[in-house]
T-cell receptor, first 114, second 116 residues
Framework: AQSVSQHNHHVILSEAASLELGCNYS??????LFWYVQYPGQHLQLLLK??????LVKGIKGFEAEFIKSKFSFNLRKPSVQWSDTAEYFC????????????FGSGTRLQVQP | SAVISQKPSRDICQRGTSLTIQCQVD?????MFWYRQQPGQSLTLIAT?????????ESGFVIDKFPISRPNLTFSTLTVSNMSPEDSSIYLC?????????????FGQGTRLTVV
């Protein structure tokens, strides 16, 4: 069965600090990996995705993530956060075959202090 | 990309009643999913709804409580039956799309349900 673990439940950073949010997954096949963001009161928005090719993927708003297959990880990074990055971040995974629905991690609440 | 419209966007309902949530997609899609996001929680899959077949429910969710219809490739409904305050959540419709192997999930804006 698929599972996704996000180790950081609540992260507080100052503006301009660097960000790394951990995500590990469990799945017995070829995976597609996603990071979604949910700003307060808004719906889910796709930050970036990985399904093949270069394991370092770049998304919107200066975010990037690196797929490390040997570690079953897909950590999200941003070199310098802004107050507007305050949001909930969800890592998710699905497979190319079998279970196609996304399995979500528990989410990380990021609070950026000005 | 796929654009998904959900109705209603929010509702306040009395316990014991039922609410039907509609999901309309602007293109034909094979796979459609319904998720629940309880307050302060992540998204949990309720069921997968494919056109022409019965919905497949996840553990902990049953058809009597969450009946789903999928009459065509662009529309689905989820009914929350005999509601209780524990059903207060955001309910989201999602489809798979994208240019490559339908790998990207698109979400509706959600239906925020409060049961009183």
């Amino acid at each position: 069965a698929q599972s996704v673990s996000q180790h950081n439940h609540h992260v507080i950073l100052s503006e301009a600090a660097s960000l790394e949010l951990g995500c590990n997954y469990s799945y017995g096949g070829t995976v597609n990996l996603f990071w979604y963001v949910q700003y307060p009161g808004q719906h889910l928005q796709l930050l970036l995705k990985y399904f093949s090719g270069d394991p370092l993927v770049k998304g919107i708003k200066g975010f990037e993530a690196e797929f490390i297959k040997s570690k079953f990880s897909f950590n999200l990074r941003k070199p310098s956060v802004q107050w507007s990055d305050t949001a909930e971040y969800f890592c998710a995974v699905n497979g190319d075959t079998g279970r196609r629905a996304l399995t979500f991690g528990s989410g990380t609440r990021l609070q950026v202090q000005p | 990309s796929a654009v998904i419209s959900q109705k209603p966007s929010r509702d306040i309902c009395q316990r014991g009643t039922s609410l039907t949530i509609q999901c309309q997609v602007d293109s034909q899609v094979t796979m459609m999913f319904w998720y629940r996001q309880q307050p302060g929680q992540s998204l949990t899959l309720i069921a997968t709804a494919n056109q022409g077949s019965e919905a497949t429910y996840e553990s902990g969710f049953v058809i009597d409580k969450f009946p789903i219809s999928r009459p065509n490739l662009t529309f689905s409904t989820l009914t929350v039956s005999n509601m209780s305050p524990e059903d207060s959540s955001i309910y989201l419709c999602s489809v798979l799309g994208g240019l490559v192997l339908n790998t990207e999930a698109f979400f509706g804006q959600g239906t925020r349900l409060t049961v009183v």
